[in-house]
């Protein structure tokens, strides 16, 4: 069982390695797995036993929902009911960081716990080599949250995942540092011809809005319909000071642009860079001697807007 597991054995994501995750999975054991976004604790999503395990390694609350991987649009649609947004959606941005929440369908082969009771299920196809060799392999959709302890700092490379979860999981696969480096959009599309941005990512709002034709519907519901969305999140377990300057005595300074630090998200100020490199830095400041982190500001545009979205969790 995994609780009882020391440190997780370590495979490149190699043929050999992918074969070896993939009998884990088929056990309904959970495994670490790269994808482009971040790292993900992945486990069958038909076995209740499996998803459990997602759950216990992590200590996730059990309201919050989990995100299905799932190799093509046409296993997605044996699980989800897709309009004609929703396969505009998916045609544009499949495989890649876009995970829709969709009506689940009746007769669904989904374990009750990942859609913590909601009638809504959520899904992305990811474009990670890894990830999609394990779910042809497999043949399953597969759970897959961030591979950390719930509520942490989200993994980009494999020693995060391995520094998070020992004790908790048999495997790790090590596919180097995630590209992208930030969780995936989330999208919920509503019966009533609206939609809502649940999590912002690496797709910008402009582009899914120039896909649908409309903006997004600003309304809150009173559940959590998909990960990320409490108000308290990747957290470095020390308090967090945003749009400084400068570092305090007692402060460890996580730069931007022109605003040096004791590391930097981009010496250059390139968003992108600084959406890859948020959570590696993040990790760093947990680890440094310093009990207070500080944040450079961070513009508030594109990608921006979600490298903001997760540094006010963290600080929350």
């Known amino acids: 069982m995994p609780g009882k597991l020391s440190q997780p054995e370590v495979r490149r994501a190699d043929p050999a390695g992918l074969a070896a995750a993939a009998e884990l999975l088929r056990a309904g054991e959970p495994v670490a797995v790269p994808t482009e976004t971040v790292y993900g604790l992945a486990a069958r999503a038909d076995s209740a036993d499996a998803v459990a395990a997602i759950y216990r390694a992590k200590g996730r609350p059990s309201f919050n929902p989990l995100i299905v991987h799932v190799a093509s649009l046409e296993q997605a649609e044996q699980l989800a009911i897709f309009d004609p947004r929703a396969r505009k959606l998916a045609q544009a941005f499949w495989p ?26 959520a899904l992305r196809c990811p474009a990670h080599p890894a990830m999609r060799a394990l779910l042809e392999e497999t043949g399953l959709p597969l759970a897959a949250p961030s591979a950390n ?14 520094a998070s979860l020992a004790g908790r ?10 590209e992208a480096g930030l969780e995936s959009t989330i999208v919920a ?6 939609w809502q941005l649940l999590r912002l990512g690496p797709i910008e709002e402009a582009q899914i809005s120039a896909i649908l034709g409309s903006a997004p519907d600003d309304m809150t519901r009173p559940e959590i319909e998909a990960p990320g969305q409490l108000a308290s999140h990747y957290s470095p377990g020390k308090p967090v ?50 009990p207070k982190i500080a944040v450079a500001p961070i513009p508030d545009s594109g990608i921006g807007a979600a490298l903001n979205d997760r540094l006010r969790r963290a600080a929350a």
Not at 104 to 119: H, K, Q
Not at 189 to 194: E, I, P
Request: aromatic share 2%; charged share 15%; glycine share 12%.
């Open 96 to 121: 890649g960081a876009l995970t829709l929440v969709l009506p689940l369908s009746n007769g669904a082969r989904i374990a009750p716990a990942v859609t913590a009771g909601l009638p809504t299920i």
């Open 149 to 162: 302890r719930s509520g942490g700092v989200s993994p980009t490379t494999a020693e995060h995942a391995i």
């Open 169 to 178: 999981i048999p495997l790790v696969l090590d596919g180097g540092a995630c």
């Open 189 to 194: 599309l509503r019966d009533n011809g609206a």
């Open 241 to 290: 000071r945003l749009d400084a300057l400068e570092a305090g005595p007692d402060e460890f300074l996580i730069g931007f642009g022109a605003v040096t630090g004791d590391v930097t998200l981009s010496p250059s100020g390139d968003l992108a860079e600084a959406a890859a490199r948020l959570y590696a830095c993040l990790h760093l400041s947990e680890a440094a001697p310093q």
